[in-house]
């Protein structure tokens, strides 16, 4: 039995006694519009900005410019922005890049000297990779892999820190059509097998089209799975507690960038433009593009209910039994004082930490609005006494804050949450 306790996972999550105040945080967009000078009579998809927003990679199908016509694979197009921001007159003149099959561009080194690309160029597996020296792109070269998909159907987005791919693909633990992978790298460069992200983001449909937020936290993608508008919607799930297996439950990232059609190849840049892929205006998808304007609030019941379903769900994955014990803490809005049912909580976690041999008890907590760091420091402080004058050793209480308030829209995603939301394991 001891063994069994020592595995539990307790959630303590502190939320204000009245949940008015907690929202959700939907992502807001300007109106799309058609970025007409990249846009032909063709086909466009996967557009990819370079990270200081000069260079948009794209690619072209159904061309009678591209490679080997318009019968032959796609091609890789791109374009450069002027002096005054705006986008020019996009080219396909990489002889290095484009030949008779599908090419890609699917990643962009942070410093833009390397390009990753999809592999097209050598017996057509896996990746591939370009440099730049002295202003010249040399020849793609293959990039090592350990292991080698050989599933049909297969894309890639590779993060520019160069540490992060992720796969979309039809593997043998998908759930239905195209699943989302994982591969990382680890201190000796070596890329881990492909590790499925899991059934909150994958489903029996397909998951195709991954894009990663620069900090590695939001992962964009399109499925049929979900549910939605079209026939393929653009979500975005959170990745939670630095695990690559736990996640959000995607959103929708709306009408506006959702039509009734194909909508997918979503991807934003540094500036919170936001670039994707839509046939919402034909056969064939165009290139569209819009802003991130912010965040607006959504339903704060359904948001409160997500963060105690989330938290749950982590308990039984990190305890791999249906045993736990969880404790929702109540605070009066902009008051720090613990109330006297929530005490009454706080002694029966502490009565049973007494009794059981855990290793560390950790706070994580989270504030996202300037105005709320004082009282959330003041709660999370009276929290940390009371433990300790309740006899919790105070060398096994951990305290692990994430403020992002000087992050942009786009980071800030999901961190809404008024007042503290504390998870304690041990």
Known sequence: MMNKLKNIALALIVLPLSLEPVHAQVMEFAEPAPLSILNSEAEELSPLVSADGK???????????????????????????????????????????????????????????VVYLLNSYNRGKGIAFTKQINGKWISPELLPLKWQENKEFVGYYMHPDFNVLLISMKGDDSEGMEDLYVSVKDSLWNWSTPIHLGPTVNTEGFEISPFLSQDKK???????????????????????????????????????????????????????????????????????????KGLKKGENQEYAEQLIAEARQLLEELRGEDQSREYFIDFFPESAEIQSSSKQKLNDLIKFLNYQSYKELILLSVAYEPEDLGIHKKRLDELVKYLKLSGINSSKIKIKESNNMKRGAEEKLFEEKDGIVVIVSY
């Open 55 to 113: 260079t948009l990679y794209f690619v072209r199908g159904f061309h009678k410019d591209n490679v080997g016509g318009e019968l032959a694979g796609m091609d890789i197009w791109v374009s450069q922005k002027d002096s005054l921001g705006k986008w020019q007159k996009p080219t396909n003149d990489i002889r290095k890049w484009n030949n008779y099959e599908n090419n890609a561009v699917i990643g962009v080194r942070e410093d833009n000297s």
């Open 218 to 292: 939001r992962l964009y993608f399109a499925s049929n799975g979900h549910g939605g508008f079209g026939g393929a919607d653009i979500f975005v799930t959170q990745r939670l507690y630095d695990n690559w297996t736990v996640w959000s439950k995607p959103i929708n990232l709306g009408e506006k960038i959702n039509s009734d059609k194909f909508d997918a190849y979503f991807s934003i840049g540094r500036d919170s433009t936001v670039y994707f892929s839509s046939n919402r205006s034909g056969e064939l998808s165009n290139i569209y593009v819009s802003e991130l």
